[in-house]
């Protein structure tokens, strides 16, 4: 079994994972994926539109940001000054 599979399989099962343990998965997760980006360029962050609500992201994006203590207006700040890891591949 992949990293992956296990990963879906607590999602698909009732687990109780701790806060400390939640937040070392996402940690691994989002470290991960960044790091993709850096090195490999974009890739869809979800395998499913169907798995991820709209609310499931801006909730996330707002934890992120209040985390780094950044404003929405500092996200479109950067984008608009060429940090949008996706442009030029839509």
Known sequence: MSSADTLEA??????????DEVRRVFTAAF???ARHLA???YVEPF????????????TVASALLHAQ???VFELALWQSW???PWKGDR
Not at 10 to 19: A, G, I, R, T
Not at 47 to 58: G, H, P, R
């Open 31 to 33: 470290t991960l994926y």
């Open 82 to 84: 060429g940090g949008v």
């Open 39 to 41: 090195e490999r360029g």
């Open 69 to 71: 203590n950044l404003e």
């Open 10 to 19: 607590l999602v698909n099962k009732d687990v109780e994972l701790s806060d």
């Open 47 to 58: 395998t499913s539109s169907d798995e991820i609500t709209a609310t499931d992201v801006v």
